[in-house]
């Protein structure tokens, strides 16, 4: 007898809801959270029709492509990430660790990296001994790596300006 209560209970309560009593009924029903895609509205002022776009999503940090990738079976591959400068105007600690965290979970196995944003400088970071104007490139053009793994190591000029581990 319990299972037919328990059936024949939102039918009453859909019965209830959309009685045509003059009575206000009110139903409490458990929430649920929907999230719709963004959208914009805009107006013409030429005529009273109003359209309506779907926002593309727009990533927080720069988009960049794997430039050159070695691999390497036995510790994880070394790629070169170069970033589309005109992604973006500045760019932050956080938005290198953005791109190395992405690029390692999105292109496995990954080890060591090298985040750049010309060829000039995606050219000359593999390089063992780089000459003069690569020196150049890649103090211009070179912003952080990637070392075993985790540990990420921010560059200014050339130089090291601090650290992170990746996943923390």
Same mark, same amino acid.
């Given at each position: 007898?319990?299972?037919?209560?328990?059936?024949?209970?939102?039918?009453?309560?859909?019965?209830? $809801?959309?009685?045509?009593?003059?009575?206000?009924?009110?139903? =409490?029903?458990?929430? =649920?959270?929907?999230? $719709?895609?963004?959208?914009?509205?805009?107006?013409?002022?030429?005529?009273?029709?109003?359209?309506?776009?779907?926002?593309?999503?727009?990533?927080?940090?720069?988009?960049?492509?794997?430039?050159?990738?070695?691999?390497?079976?036995?510790?994880?591959?070394?790629?070169?990430?170069?970033?589309?400068?005109?992604?973006?105007?500045?760019?932050?600690?956080?938005?290198?660790?953005?791109?190395?965290?992405?690029?390692?979970?999105?292109?496995?196995?990954?080890?060591?990296?090298?985040?750049?944003?010309?060829?000039?400088?995606?050219? $000359?970071?593999?390089?063992?001994?780089?000459?003069?104007?690569?020196?150049?490139?890649?103090?211009?053009?070179?912003?952080?790596?990637?070392?075993?793994?985790?540990?990420?190591?921010?560059?200014?000029?050339?130089?090291?300006?601090?650290?992170?581990?990746?996943?923390?």
């Amino acid at each position: 007898m319990k299972p037919r209560v328990v059936l024949f209970a939102p039918v009453v309560l859909l019965l209830a $809801a959309c009685s045509s009593s003059g009575a206000e009924t009110t139903t =409490t029903a458990p929430s =649920t959270t929907t999230i $719709a895609p963004i959208a914009t509205t805009s107006t013409s002022m030429a005529s009273t029709s109003t359209t309506s776009t779907i926002a593309r999503p727009v990533p927080s940090f720069p988009e960049y492509r794997i430039a050159e990738r070695v691999v390497s079976p036995e510790t994880g591959d070394t790629v070169v990430l170069l970033l589309d400068p005109t992604t973006y105007s500045t760019l932050s600690d956080l938005d290198l660790y953005e791109v190395i965290a992405d690029a390692v979970d999105r292109f496995p196995p990954i080890f060591e990296a090298h985040v750049v944003d010309t060829q000039e400088a995606a050219d $000359a970071v593999l390089v063992e001994e780089p000459d003069e104007a690569q020196l150049e490139a890649l103090r211009i053009g070179y912003f952080a790596r990637l070392e075993e793994g985790f540990r990420i190591v921010y560059l200014v000029g050339g130089e090291e300006s601090g650290t992170a581990v990746l996943g923390s």
